[in-house]
T-cell receptor, first 111, second 113 residues
Framework: SQQGEEDPQALSIQEGENATMNCSYKTSINNLQWYRQNSGRGLVHLILIRSNEREKHSGRLRVTLDTSKKSSSLLITASRAADTASYFCATDASYGQNFVFGPGTRLSVLP | ETGVTQTPRHLVMGMTNKKSLKCEQHLGHNAMYWYKQSAKKPLELMFVYSLEERVENNSVPSRFSPECPNSSHLFLHLHTLQPEDSALYLC????????????FGPGTRLTVT
């Protein structure tokens, strides 16, 4: 399986701190995406990073991709209580398999 | 609001019932997906449709039957489900397959009694 695996499974931080979540995968990919999910709701797309990119930014989000290590990280800076959610990475394999989601990281930002 | 709607939002059904989940996207996308999300398990891709043709069926039991009458609508017909089928069922769409972000609906919370 080329399933992404997020690390840690759960993360609890204080408001204003930075949160870093990692994703590892097993096979070559075309791109990797990060999604966010509030409890019991649908997923919301955050960032897509292609295999030839190393870093992307979107507002307070920064995503890195290291294809040599088959890993990605999502950094949320200056976290807010509203960032509390589960965060998933999804990988799109080079051989055309549709996205495979990891189990997610549950982030809790305490006010 | 992502442009993908799902109905109903909540459904309770007995094991002998027949019900259907509906998904509609207003984004002009060509690909649509059904996912199952159970507690403490990764999101599982069930079915993928591209231009109304099923392109992937990830070993889903036949008690789940998808239907895609056009590129804007996707159904999941349910028949003789088991309690372990209780989960959040998410629909998503994307512009095309391979490398496009997916837009998710709010999900249908299904409970099988």
């Amino acid at each position: 399986s080329q399933q992404g695996e997020e690390d840690p499974q759960a993360l609890s931080i204080q408001e204003g701190e930075n949160a870093t979540m990692n994703c590892s995968y097993k096979t070559s990919i075309n791109n990797l995406q990060w999604y966010r999910q509030n409890s019991g709701r649908g997923l919301v797309h955050l960032i897509l990073i292609r295999s030839n990119e190393r870093e992307k930014h979107s507002g307070r989000l920064r995503v890195t991709l290291d294809t040599s290590k088959k890993s990605s990280s999502l950094l949320i800076t200056a976290s807010r209580a509203a960032d509390t959610a589960s965060y998933f990475c999804a990988t799109d394999a080079s051989y055309g398999q549709n996205f495979v989601f990891g189990p997610g990281t549950r982030l809790s930002v305490l006010p | 609001e992502t442009g993908v709607t799902q109905t109903p939002r909540h459904l309770v059904m007995g094991m002998t019932n027949k019900k259907s989940l509906k998904c509609e996207q207003h984004l002009g996308h060509n690909a649509m997906y059904w996912y199952k999300q159970s507690a403490k398990k990764p999101l599982e891709l069930m079915f993928v449709y591209s231009l109304e043709e099923r392109v992937e069926n990830n070993s889903v039991p036949s008690r789940f039957s998808p239907e895609c009458p056009n590129s804007s609508h996707l159904f999941l017909h349910l028949h003789t489900l088991q309690p372990e089928d209780s989960a959040l069922y998410l629909c998503a769409s994307s512009q095309d397959l391979d490398g496009y972000e997916q837009y998710f609906g709010p999900g249908t919370r299904l409970t099988v009694t």
